[in-house]
């Protein structure tokens, strides 16, 4: 079992940045690809970032592409988001996720994503 913990998450005003950071814990961790979603009030969970385990392949949402960056640290087992540029309508439960080894597509699909962390609240303000 993967263990998933989500933090950097708080309250900003629009125009900050702030970086969330994803632990993986667990068995050996040898994932396919780690993931961000986010889910607003009253909305659907959301894709935002990807990134795969082997390699630096990135995937963006349209919504975030520019502002946000994706990274990891395959020693601490650990996914960066890097938020800039926050505007309100990013205030959202912000997921991480993880895939298992041989899986990666497709990946802004819930369905590629085996593994989720308790979720990190972001409000960003006016």
């Known amino acids: 079992q993967v263990q998933l913990v989500e933090s950097g998450g708080g309250l900003v005003q629009a125009g900050d940045s702030l970086t969330l950071s994803c632990a993986a814990s667990?068995?050996?961790?040898?994932?396919?690809?780690m993931g961000w979603f986010r889910q607003a009030p009253g909305k659907e969970r959301e894709f935002v970032a990807a990134?795969?385990?082997?390699?630096?392949?990135?995937y963006y949402a349209d919504s975030v592409k520019g502002r946000f960056t994706i990274s990891r640290d395959n020693a601490k087992n650990t996914v960066y988001l890097q938020m800039n540029s926050l505007k309100p309508e990013d205030t959202a439960v912000y997921y991480c996720?993880?895939?298992?080894?041989?899986?990666?597509?497709?990946?802004?699909?819930?369905?590629?994503?085996?593994?989720w962390g308790q979720g990190t609240q972001v409000n960003v303000s006016e």
């Open positions: 667990g068995r050996t961790f040898s994932g396919g690809i």
């Open positions: 996720a993880a895939g298992p080894a041989g899986r990666w597509y497709p990946p802004d699909r819930s369905v590629t994503y085996d593994y």
């Open positions: 990134i795969r385990w082997s390699g630096s392949t990135t």
